[in-house]
């Protein structure tokens, strides 16, 4: 076959892949930074301030890898002529090259599609998405980083201004198809926003969720029904491990506690977030009252008994900002019962899956 559209030249497919590679390296790196934040390692201190900051980590993450798939999709459109090129291996080094070129685009493939699964809650795969996700993000970055570097020399020649050559050459123009690709990468990217950015929550037509769509005007992901939480009738929080003095209070004792209000998001790892404002008793107090050290850190137990996330960890720069309560109202009312009723914990700057919920116990390690 003969592929003469400047479409499937060399210039066409290194723009593309300079957006690419920019978009894989945001994409990767703020990738990391919501799986340490799920998992955090010993050597991990994320900040409590600014209070956003997960929010547009996370925010850039999900709306960013959506809006690379059409990228993606072109780049493949722009290269797919070299799959007819014989012979397929030209020399063992040749081989090695097509084979990261496989794993890059196979494995962007794979992160693509199963985050679009689970950014809408539909997981038909048998593996945990979250622990996939995550090793294949290092394959497909490697393989990126070995891709660019035997590209470069052609990288650079399509930063060189056109040739009088290249000008005239027939059939489509190349900067009216780039256009279109970056229009549709706008497009996807506009239309899912709104589910972190409320002022565009109208044309988040591709979004998941909505800011403002659930009980008190809050979306949940996991309800309490689904969580199987059973709610004792004499429910009590109780603090304890290395504390001075360990507490056991019932709602009437913490309503009876000192009472704060924050405006804070909630950010879940699927992209969207909300804001809200919460009331309750600041956990830097609570844990004052039992008498814990400064430097402890912190387990917050769960009455759900079904699904990940029933605890959390907790450590002094969070647990000491004043912005962190273990909330009883949402919103100027009392907790709904899939908001965490009767208490839940909510912290600036955490992903929503650690902002835990039905709060029984706090453990102070």
Known sequence: MNFTSRLHDERTASWLGIWLGVSFTVTFITGLISHFLQAPPDWMLWPSQPVNLYR?????????????LPLLLAKMWTVYPKLWQRPVVR????????????????????QLVTGLFNISYWYPFPFFFTAAHYSTAYIVYGALLVHVANEWAKVRRALDPPTAHDASQS???????????AAASGVVALTTVGETYAPLASLAVLAPRRPRVGPQRL?????ARAARVILPADYRLTVSGAVRRPLALSLTDLAALSQHTSALPITCVEGWSADATWTGVRLHDLLQLAGADDDARLRVESLQTRGGYGTSMVGPPHWQDPLTLLALRLNGETLHLDHGYPCRLIAPNRPGVLQTKWVTRVVVL
């Open 171 to 181: 059939g489509p123009s190349r900067r009216g198809f780039l256009t279109a690709v």
């Open 219 to 223: 979306p949940v992901n996991r309800s």
């Open 56 to 68: 547009f980590t996370q925010g850039l993450h999900v709306i960013g890898g959506l809006a690379t």
């Open 91 to 110: 020399s063992a080094a040749h081989a090695l090259e097509r084979g990261f070129v496989f794993l890059l685009v196979a494995g962007s493939l794979f």
